[in-house]
């Protein structure tokens, strides 16, 4: 007998004879591999239809270029790269690995130093020098790999949170650490951290928690435009479907 388990539905349909769906430790379902499909396991494996796994509750035209490309290039990672991100929508960025997606999210947030062309934030000219000056201006950036780009896995939830928010909160150079457990709790509340505890390690939580601590970390400023890089990478279908709702309520809100 073998055991096969993976995020990849579509091979769990193709390979195995039967399927048990467990959700939040417990076995919700066992039947046939003939009788599944992907729908079914979403549905088991969340509790509710696909549907709801890709929610689409906005309503509306979007508003004003919160991000404007024009003409963008880095020589030797990408050339000539032109659009619009207006405030609340969603824009998708597909490419092959190696074409320069990453590195574009990364040049937006002033990681890399632009060759030519144009970037315009809420309509300025955006020529930032570091990350710095993007938190600053409202602009955060989630990166591909949380756990080599994101995270330091030996810190608390916490630690993992707060410094995304502390230089907010900081006075004379000091944290007030009242002030900063207070938002940590209120952001793991906020984004369906779980379990509850700030003081765990982060390299201990699932890796749909870890993505939901950086989110917490990024979105804890309330910035107007958020670069997602891969946001539901290597996680769950029932942690995307939360990931998703959170992106598609953020750009309700009129974030870009």
Not at 237 to 253: F, S
Request: hydrophobic letters at 40%; one cysteine or more; proline letters at 4%.
């Amino acid at each position: 007998a073998m055991i096969y388990v993976s995020h990849r539905l579509d091979e769990i349909v193709r390979l195995t004879d039967r399927v048990a769906v467990l959700r939040d430790g417990e076995l919700v379902a066992t039947y046939a591999t003939a009788e599944a499909d992907v729908h079914r396991l979403v549905r088991d494996m969340v509790g509710r239809p696909l549907e709801q796994v890709f929610p689409r509750t906005r309503s509306g035209r979007a508003g004003d270029p919160l991000l404007q490309l024009e003409n963008v290039s880095i020589d030797g990672l990408f050339e000539g790269v032109s659009f619009n991100v207006r405030a609340g929508e969603i824009v998708g960025l597909a490419g092959l690995v190696g074409a320069g997606r990453s590195e574009l999210a990364r040049a937006i947030y002033g990681m890399y130093p632009v060759s030519k062309g144009i970037i315009r934030l809420c309509g300025e000219v955006w020529t930032p020098s570091g990350a710095h000056e993007a938190k600053s201006a409202g602009l955060v950036y989630l990166p591909e790999e949380r756990k080599r780009q994101g995270l330091v896995l030996e810190h608390s939830v916490a630690d993992s949170i707060s410094i995304g928010f502390s230089d907010l909160i900081a006075r004379w150079g000091l944290i007030p650490r009242c002030v900063e457990s207070m938002r940590v709790d209120e952001a793991i509340a906020r984004f369906w951290i779980r379990p509850h505890d700030p003081d765990r390690r982060v390299g201990l939580l699932s890796g749909g928690n870890q993505q939901k601590v950086l989110l917490a970390r990024c979105l804890d400023r309330d910035p107007r435009v958020i670069l997602l890089d891969e946001p539901t990478r290597g996680v769950d279908v029932g942690a995307k479907a939360e990931l998703h709702a959170l992106i598609d309520k953020l750009a309700g809100q009129g974030n870009a």
